[in-house]
């Protein structure tokens, strides 16, 4: 007679089937993976504290040139991309009207010094008698004349602000209006950047401002020249923060860079790198090696011991060792991966 697998007891088969479910599970589950110890050579080399910050290159000094007053411009001598000289002319209002006003200021003067003399004849022999009227009269006629050559003097003063030159040499780095556009002092009508030394304008965190000193060299990146790295010095930390795009408040503080050989384009951005402080010829390891910022893990054979060290300078991926360790020591990098056996040493995962 043949045993047919459902004619078995129901508690058989049930236990059956939990013993191939289990097999599966332990078969088909997925294992944890073991993470392996990685190691590196403790090294002697340089550690530098850094400050990095995004900026744009600029010129020693820039001018934004407006007019003093409103009124059509009746020409324009620059365009961008131009060298001018300091003193040169750069453009200018059309002054028909004031020329009118001008003469009309003259005329007026002249009549009001007719009329105050005439005063001042009719009581000079009065000196010592002269009545309140008198002295009322030759006091307004005097104080016309005053005030009509203020006013030439006023019409004279528009007829030099109706004419720009340029505040120092450079290169015209805008110019936007059109001859016979009407512009007011409000209107930047040219832009002069001195371009005889490059500077870098970096965006320096409020928090990092502390570390910064005259003086410190500085890298400089530009995007326009990503294959290049030119050598800086902070030369101007700027007395007022400013106010980011993000809401960060920074300090422009300003590297001179001298004058690479490069297409000079204010405003180009890049990256600053300010070196605030540097250490040479010391023991160098990861930042990632250390345990509690004081202790490594250093391989020993085949085991690990945990050393407790003395740091010192630090940069964003190193910091330099001052004793504890030895060139040539391997140290862990991955201190999360050392397990404990039972001997309480220090071994690779699965030894």
């Known amino acids: 007679m043949v045993l047919k697998f459902w004619?078995?007891?129901?508690?058989?088969?049930?236990?059956?089937?939990?013993?191939?479910?289990?097999?599966s599970a332990y078969y088909f589950w997925p294992k944890p993976t073991v993470e392996i110890v990685q190691t590196v050579e403790v090294r002697t080399g340089e550690v530098k504290s850094v400050i990095s910050s995004s900026?744009?290159?600029?010129?020693?000094?820039?001018a934004d040139l407006r007019f003093k007053i409103s009124g059509k411009l009746n020409q324009i001598s620059v365009r961008?991309?131009?060298?001018?000289?300091?003193?040169?002319?750069?453009?200018?209002?059309?002054?028909?009207?004031?020329?009118?006003?001008?003469?009309?200021?003259?005329?007026?003067?002249?009549?009001?010094?007719?009329?105050?003399?005439?005063?001042?004849d009719d009581v000079k022999d009065n000196d010592g008698d002269?009545?309140?009227?008198?002295?009322?009269?030759?006091?307004?006629?005097?104080?016309?004349?005053d005030n009509a050559f203020d006013d030439i003097k006023s019409v004279q003063r528009s007829f030099q602000d109706a004419y720009i030159y340029a505040p120092l040499s450079g290169v015209i780095t805008k110019a936007d209006p059109n001859?016979?556009?009407?512009?007011?002092?409000?209107?930047?009508?040219?832009?002069?950047?001195?371009?005889?030394?490059?500077?870098?304008?970096?965006?320096?965190?409020?928090?990092?401002?502390?570390?910064?000193?005259?003086?410190?060299?500085?890298?400089?990146?530009?995007?326009?020249?990503?294959?290049?790295?030119?050598?800086?010095?902070?030369?101007?930390?700027?007395?007022?923060?400013?106010?980011?795009?993000?809401g960060a408040t920074v300090v422009i503080v300003k590297l001179s860079l001298g004058k690479p050989e490069i297409n000079f384009v204010a405003g180009l951005n890049g990256q600053a790198d300010i070196i605030t402080d540097a250490v040479n010829n010391v023991l160098v390891i990861p930042i990632e090696a250390l345990i509690d910022e004081k202790e490594v893990y250093v391989k020993r054979g085949e085991s690990y011991e945990k050393v407790q060290i003395e740091t010192g300078l630090q940069s964003d991926t190193e910091i330099e060792v001052k004793s504890g360790l030895s060139a040539g020591d391997q140290v862990v990098t991955n201190p999360q991966a050392v397990k404990v056996t039972n001997n309480n040493g220090f071994k690779f995962p699965g030894q």
């Open 7 to 23: 004619h078995l007891p129901k508690k058989i088969w049930v236990t059956a089937l939990l013993i191939i479910i289990g097999a």
């Open 55 to 62: 900026g744009t290159l600029e010129g020693t000094d820039s």
């Open 80 to 120: 961008a991309g131009d060298r001018v000289e300091k003193g040169d002319l750069i453009a200018g209002l059309d002054t028909q009207d004031l020329a009118i006003n001008l003469q009309q200021a003259r005329n007026t003067f002249v009549a009001k010094d007719a009329a105050a003399k005439r005063v001042e």
């Open 130 to 145: 002269e009545d309140f009227t008198q002295q009322e009269e030759r006091t307004a006629a005097q104080k016309a004349r």
């Open 179 to 246: 001859v016979g556009q009407i512009v007011s002092a409000a209107d930047v009508i040219t832009q002069i950047v001195d371009d005889s030394q490059y500077v870098f304008e970096a965006e320096v965190d409020e928090s990092d401002l502390g570390r910064v000193k005259l003086g410190q060299t500085a890298a400089i990146t530009l995007n326009s020249y990503p294959d290049q790295t030119f050598n800086a010095t902070v030369s101007k930390v700027t007395p007022v923060t400013e106010t980011t795009d993000s």
